[in-house]
């Protein structure tokens, strides 16, 4: 149950009217886009009518609703990040290195990208990391490299907000910030980065139903978040033949039944760059609104998951295959395996 308060009403007199009739109640205050506008959730209760609550004073109205996440139901299929509007049509490619290595490693692939039409340039500047001993990225000095290097090529940025303290700096330089897998059910990340209103690519946790999945987009949209884009990118599974399993089926349910804007990581989804062509191919055929993909110069050297990037001398050919328009064998990739 979602009740809307009127512009003047006194939002703590609301919430004992409503806390004295036995609800569950928590507030949520749209401040990024400037709305003065509050939302009190109340557990439904059988015994409180909509109409009821309807009277209390400072209400303005009061809308039940039968699903859990409301506002990821009401979202829709297309997010405009910063002018670009994914899932409207032509696939949105994100594409770029694991890690931001260095400022002249990110141009270098920036000025690559740009030209193939990818309007994302992705890259990590804080990298979770299975080993603490493994590189776990340059930080906010790498913001900096990877937003110079997509406003000299006008590309949009995508990287990662791994913790509360990283939220700042990367909705101030991001213009769609990444939640990770390790990090989508991390709800106080969630509301931190949903107070900043970027919109947000929420990837699925490695274990994460879809309902858990839908859910964590509702905390972001109820904290503020303009909009909510999922990324596919592989769960856990029995076999390890590949990094992970790419769900394609959850990428069918989201595009065409809860008619959401999804994103397909093969890169991590495989951890081989020998299988993105096919995966990414079957992945925008299942309905995914575009692929993300990752791309190094020199994948041997790469500092995170070498083996899954794209070699830079290729990423043109595989935009192609990806586009449709090429007609090499799926195989013709430098084949690898493993990931880091
Ligand atoms: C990434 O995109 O760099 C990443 C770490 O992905 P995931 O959270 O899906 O593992
Ligand atoms: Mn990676």
Redesign the pocket.
Same mark, same amino acid.
């Given at each position: 149950m979602i009740v809307s308060l009127k512009a003047d009403a006194n939002p703590a007199e609301v919430l004992r009217a409503l806390v004295s009739r036995g609800l569950w109640v928590s507030q949520v205050e749209r401040n990024a886009s400037g709305e003065p506008r509050h939302y009190v959730i109340a557990s439904y209760s059988a015994a409180t009518s909509a109409e009821e609550l309807a009277t209390i004073e400072g209400i303005s109205s009061v809308t039940t609703s039968k699903v859990e996440h409301p506002r990821v139901t009401a979202q829709g299929p297309v997010v405009d990040v910063a002018g670009v509007s994914v899932g409207a049509g032509a696939p949105a490619f994100m594409v770029g290195p694991?890690?931001v290595e260095s400022e002249a490693h990110i141009r270098e692939i920036a000025e690559r990208l740009a030209p193939l039409g990818v309007a994302f340039l992705?890259g990590?500047a804080y990298?979770?990391r299975t080993s603490p001993y493994a590189f776990q990225g340059h930080g906010e000095v790498a913001l900096g490299w990877l937003r110079r290097a997509a406003e000299a090529t006008k590309m949009k940025v995508v990287t990662?907000a791994l913790s509360e303290a990283d939220v700042p700096a990367v909705a101030e330089l991001a213009d769609l910030v990444?939640v990770?897998?390790?990090?989508m059910q991390n709800y106080a990340l969630l509301k931190a980065v949903g107070r900043t209103g970027r919109p947000v690519l929420l990837?699925?946790g $490695?274990s994460a139903t879809m309902d858990e999945w839908l859910h964590s987009g509702e905390y972001l949209l109820a904290g503020g978040s303009r909009g909510v884009i999922f990324?596919e990118?592989?769960i856990r599974s029995f076999d390890d033949a590949t990094r992970n399993l790419l769900d394609l089926g959850a990428v069918a349910l989201l595009a065409h039944v809860h008619k959401l804007p999804v994103i397909v990581?093969p890169?991590?989804g495989a951890g081989r760059r020998d299988l993105i062509v096919p995966l990414g191919r079957a992945a925008l055929a299942a309905g995914a609104a575009g692929l $993300?993909i990752?791309t190094h110069a020199d994948p041997a050297s790469a500092l995170?998951?070498g083996p899954q990037a794209i070699p830079l001398g290729e990423i043109t050919a595989v935009m192609r295959e990806l586009r449709g328009s090429g007609a090499r064998s799926a195989g013709a990739l430098s084949p690898n395996g493993g990931a880091s």
């Open positions: 694991c890690s992705r990590g990298k979770p990662e990444q990770g897998s390790r990090n990837k699925r $490695m990324c990118r592989g990581d890169s991590h $993300m990752e995170s998951d």
